[in-house]
């Protein structure tokens, strides 16, 4: 059974601080994504990686930005947090690209972040 | 880039009927079309997705319709029960396992 987690649940911030989010997948799946998630506006993506050390910006990259210097581990970065950035993040993987069997993304559970 | 519209936004529907889902996608390459159900609290969770060599699927009460031709894809749920509430996610993509372009989803309400 595919497994992603995510660092927390719940994060509390305070405008301006540098925010770490962290997500990690045990399925050693190649792709891994970043998503917001806003009432009335879906999920949107901020940032993916199709490999190791590779990343690539999605719609909503500004304010962001990413790291992944292991195969299971993708993290999300606020460098400087503003309110407008709360919001349910949330991870995803999936083993990579291709018409090889039902191999869709499988979401971690979210972390919802609020910028005070 | 790929343009995801969904409707209706809200649905609410007796239980026992069907439910029906609409999604337009622009990209003419994108060839892969899940569908995520997300309850509350709980994270998206794959339950149907289709194919473009394919033009329907059926799983039980689920089934997804595509028209490559039109650029739209459908969802129908038969026999709505009270926990099929959640919202549900159309996306689009051009390959399985690839970025997903979502659209803004349904607030499905199922009433006994």
């Known amino acids: 059974d595919v497994k992603v987690t995510q660092s927390s649940r719940y994060l509390v911030k305070r405008t301006g601080e540098k925010v770490f989010l962290e997500c990690v997948q045990d399925?050693?799946?190649?792709?891994m994504f970043w998503y917001r998630q806003d009432p009335g506006l879906g999920l949107r993506l901020i940032y993916f990686?199709?490999?190791?050390?590779m990343k690539e910006k999605g719609d909503i990259p500004e304010g962001y930005s990413v790291s992944r210097e292991k195969k299971e581990r993708f993290s999300l970065i606020l460098e400087s947090a503003s309110t407008n950035q709360t919001s349910m993040y949330l991870c995803?993987?999936?083993w990579g690209g291709g018409d090889l069997g039902t191999d869709t993304q499988y979401f971690g559970p979210g972390t919802r972040l609020t910028v005070l | 880039g790929e343009n995801v519209e969904q409707h209706p936004s809200t649905l609410s529907v007796q239980e026992g009927d069907s439910a029906v889902i609409k999604c337009t996608y622009s990209?003419?390459?994108?060839?892969?079309f899940p569908w995520y159900k997300q309850e509350l609290g709980k994270r998206p969770q794959l339950i149907i997705d289709?194919?473009?060599?394919?033009g329907e699927k059926k799983d039980q009460r689920i089934a997804v319709t595509l028209n490559k031709t039109a650029k739209h894809f459908s969802l129908h749920i038969t026999e709505t029960q009270p926990e099929d509430s959640a919202v549900y996610f159309c996306?689009?993509?051009?390959?399985?396992?690839?970025?997903?372009?979502f659209g803004k989803g349904t607030s499905l309400l199922v009433t006994p």
């Open positions: 995803a993987s999936s």
């Open positions: 990209d003419s390459a994108s060839n892969y």
């Open positions: 289709i194919r473009s060599n394919v």
């Open positions: 996306a689009a993509s051009p390959y399985v396992g690839y970025a997903l372009n």
């Open positions: 399925m050693d799946h190649e792709n």
């Open positions: 990686s199709y490999d190791v050390k």
